[in-house]
């Protein structure tokens, strides 16, 4: 069973940055799918981004240029850092992980941590 816990959302201004943390444990960190995604109230839950065992990643259109995701496999935590934030960008952003590469839906999720961009 996996773990996810995120930490580093708040209230920000447009423009502004944010980091947020996601502290895996009990899994092979190193060998798993990590994405972001977030949900905005009344809207789906929509992919942000993801980077797999060998460091490779993607991103969304609307974030491309702006968030930064990272991983350190040695403390098993996985990074978004988020610049030049929009008001569209407030969501709640959730931790996912999947030993599978890329997978559709992920297996296991984190509670979720808030962003919230005023204008």
């Known amino acids: 069973q996996v773990q996810l816990v995120e930490s580093g959302g708040g209230l920000v201004q447009a423009g502004g940055s944010l980091r947020l943390s996601c502290a895996a444990s009990g899994a092979t960190f190193r060998t798993y799918t990590m994405g972001w995604f977030r949900q905005a109230p009344g809207k789906e839950r929509e992919f942000v981004a993801d980077?797999?065992?060998?460091?490779?990643?993607t991103y969304a259109e609307s974030v491309k240029g702006r968030f930064t995701i990272s991983r350190d496999n040695a403390v098993n935590t996985l990074y978004l850092q988020m610049n030049s934030l929009r008001p569209e960008d407030t969501a709640v952003y959730y931790c996912a992980a999947d030993r599978r590469v890329r997978p559709v839906d992920y297996n296991y999720w984190g509670q979720g941590t808030q962003v919230t961009v005023s204008s």
């Open positions: 980077i797999i065992w060998s460091g490779s990643y």
